[in-house]
């Protein structure tokens, strides 16, 4: 519409009248007695402009004065113009990329809010102990990695509150009552989708507010984490009326500067719903109604529970209160660590598009490749696979070659396989290394599937017990094991996350000697290095003469390398040569003419060469949907390395 409003007001024999003949053209147009045209004002042209237009194929006295004036523009005509261009943008607006979807203006995002009934995490080795924080963090309702915004309340205070959840999550705001130290929250959000704008605390440990925007849609966000009042007093009354004043207040004055801003209220408000009698419950019903704003939690069950003795009671007082209704889910699960439940809002699931080309392998996670007991675990595994599928039916294989390659723990199995794999398989190496790394990835997401079989069946357990301690509130003999057996759980991933970040603290040889002299220097010679992990074993070690030949051998990989060869001849690429002849502008292909028998099919890359490449990539990267990535090579370079070169050339 735009280009053609563009090409309308150029004439192709005049060019567009300026500002003064503009200004003019009414004066000079009164002094005329013809008839005024109406198209001659909307562009603003004294003279018929000699475009050819749309017209109706009706043969009519109207039209064949038009065909004699192509140059003249109806109205009419205009109009049924701009109708067809309208028309076919609706007709196109799925494939068309300029048209704006208003849907696609306001954010939908998955919030969270859980009253954590003090996280435990005020010193510096409290956070991993934190059953709140590994729950969190390790459970399948809702994986943390799919949460935008993430609000706690009572937290308590936190040592360090912006390292918590790094580095899923960034610290938005953080904030506790000085005189109840209760009264306190934190809210955080997913820093890979979402900017932070601005963050300010309205309330000491009952209010806060944040403005996000998506860093892909830029649609904005305004958040605001509550933790309302206990009591039913006239005081918590009006603390409860000057929070939600506040939030109304503050919701006029962003939408001033965003109008399409989306708003999400969420938090432990401590009103029950369920008692629409009560003034507090009155008051936020009030306050819904004025910000026009609806309760996403209505229809889920009781989201606290309190034991009395052997008398259980429920309530409502967790709720989230949004003001962008569509495409919107909520749900809630239990906490055992916490009296209350996790609520959430999330966007209805997006329907999975089947892949019309889906690659021959898919890795989810390689993080567990860097290990090196489950990188030879399952090194182990891929060779066994190779026996049992390729070697057992080979009837050109001698017997005793087959019982010879029959023990996996042999440390000759691997390289066994490796050599008759490559060799004695009739498959060219691409579809080589694609078969082994196929039977990796199945090998690794079947790993994943047996740790996480026994937390999601503790899981499972405990929401039951929750949900029938609910109908059977009166119980006497309330049965506490499905909670304590989750715990344990939680415990035990808690105290394994604590081992493998000390073995990863400990594995660095580097720092520890950077650290021991550094330490040497203050404490005048008296300092030690009292463990390191030990690269064959895998332990932490604690021996002085282990720990020093750790070292030495460390020292001498850094200084000696073991890969050259002295007798043999030295390579001919020279880095340094080629910047000496750039420096001076000689060209070697001069000086150095290539050769008759320097074929492109002979060229290769060797096994050193292909080992710098590997360890030159980045860490954590996945070049293409199939998710294979540095993890992935480096196993192959250390358990299948020809089959991985082979490939490569």
């Known amino acids: 519409v735009k280009k053609t409003a563009a090409l309308l007001r150029v004439s192709p024999k005049r060019k567009s009248p300026n500002v003064n003949n503009a200004k003019n053209f009414l004066n000079r147009y009164k002094k005329t007695n013809k008839k005024s045209s109406p198209e001659k004002l909307f562009f603003g042209f004294k003279k018929k402009l000699k475009i050819p237009i749309l017209h109706s194929p009706k043969k009519t006295a109207k039209t064949n004065l038009q065909i004699k004036k192509p140059g003249v523009i109806s109205v009419p005509s205009l109009f049924s113009f701009f109708i067809l261009l309208f028309m076919a943008a609706q007709h196109n607006n799925n494939n068309n990329p300029n048209f704006i979807d208003l849907n696609s203006n306001f954010s939908?995002?998955?919030?969270?809010?859980?009253?954590v009934r003090a996280?435990?995490?005020?010193?510096?080795?409290?956070?991993?102990?934190?059953?709140?924080?590994?729950?969190?963090?390790?459970?399948?309702?809702?994986?943390?990695?799919?949460?935008?915004?993430?609000?706690?309340?009572?937290?308590?205070k936190i040592w360090l509150p912006q390292i918590l959840l790094r580095p899923d999550f960034e610290l938005a705001a953080f904030s506790v009552d000085d005189n109840n130290t209760f009264a306190s929250i934190a809210a955080y959000y997913c820093h890979r989708r979402w900017k932070l704008l601005e963050s300010e605390v309205l309330e000491a440990g009952r209010l806060s507010s944040h403005l996000l925007e998506n860093k892909t849609q830029a649609t904005k966000l305004l958040t605001f984490n509550v933790y309302g009042p206990a009591g039913a007093d006239q005081d918590s009354k009006r603390l409860l009326d000057t929070i939600l004043n506040?939030?109304?207040?503050?919701?006029?004055?962003?939408?001033?500067?965003?109008?399409?801003?989306?708003?999400?209220?969420?938090?432990d408000f401590n009103v029950n719903l369920n008692d629409e009698s009560l003034p507090k419950s009155r008051a936020l019903r009030s306050f819904a109604a004025a910000g026009q704003l609806t309760e996403m939690t209505a229809d889920l069950p009781a989201t606290w529970r309190g034991v009395r003795g052997n008398t259980v009671s429920f309530s409502k007082l967790d709720h989230i209160f949004t003001d962008n209704v569509a495409r919107l889910e909520a749900g809630s699960f239990p906490n055992p660590d916490s009296d209350h439940h996790v609520i959430y809002v999330k966007p209805f699931p997006k329907e999975k598009i089947r892949d019309p080309d889906p690659p021959p392998f898919e890795f989810h996670s390689t993080k567990i490749l860097k290990g090196k007991t489950n990188a030879q675990f399952f090194a182990k595994q891929v060779a066994t696979e190779v026996y049992q599928e390729y070697m057992l039916?080979?009837?050109?294989?001698?017997?005793?070659?087959?019982?010879e390659n029959s023990d996996a723990s042999h440390p000759s199995?691997?390289?066994?396989?490796?050599?008759?794999?490559?060799?004695?398989?009739?498959?060219?190496?691409?579809?080589?290394?694609?078969?082994?790394?196929?039977?990796?990835?199945?090998?690794?997401?079947?790993?994943?599937?047996?740790?996480k079989k026994m937390y999601m069946k503790a899981q499972k357990k405990y929401q039951r017990w929750e949900e029938n301690l609910e109908k059977n509130s009166n119980n006497e003999n309330i049965n506490f094991s499905p909670q304590e057996e989750f715990k344990d759980v939680l415990q035990a991933i808690s105290h394994s996350k604590q081992e493998y970040t000390k073995k990863k603290k400990l594995s660095k040889v580097s720092k520890a000697l950077h650290n021991y002299h550094k330490n040497t220097r203050r404490t005048g010679g008296r300092a030690r290095i009292p463990a390191i992990l030990d690269p064959v074993s895998q332990q932490l070690t604690y021996d002085d003469e282990r720990i020093a030949a750790i070292f030495t051998h460390h020292h001498q990989n850094k200084t000696d390398d073991v890969t050259v060869n002295e007798e043999a001849d030295p390579e001919l690429h020279s880095p340094l040569m080629h910047e000496v002849a750039n420096k001076y502008g000689v060209n070697l292909q001069e000086v150095f003419p290539p050769q008759p028998d320097d074929v492109e099919k002979e060229v290769s890359i060797t096994m050193k060469k292909l080992k710098s490449l590997v360890t030159g990539l980045k860490a954590d990267t996945a070049p293409g949907k199939s998710g294979l990535d540095k993890n992935v090579l480096a196993w192959f370079i250390e358990y299948f390395p020809d089959v991985l070169l082979e490939a490569f050339n």
């Open 246 to 267: 506040t939030i109304l207040e503050k919701i006029r004055l962003v939408k001033q500067r965003y109008p399409l801003v989306s708003c999400y209220i969420a938090g």
């Open 413 to 451: 199995f691997i390289p066994n396989m490796e050599d008759f794999f490559l060799n004695r398989v009739d498959k060219n190496p691409i579809e080589k290394f694609n078969i082994l790394s196929s039977k990796l990835s199945k090998q690794i997401a079947k790993k994943i599937k047996d740790e």
């Open 119 to 156: 996280l435990g995490a005020s010193n510096p080795n409290s956070h991993s102990d934190s059953l709140t924080r590994t729950f969190l963090t390790s459970n399948t309702v809702l994986p943390l990695n799919t949460v935008d915004l993430l609000f706690l309340q009572e937290t308590g």
């Open 393 to 403: 039916p080979d009837e050109n294989v001698l017997l005793g070659r087959l019982q």
């Open 108 to 115: 939908a995002a998955t919030v969270v809010s859980h009253n």
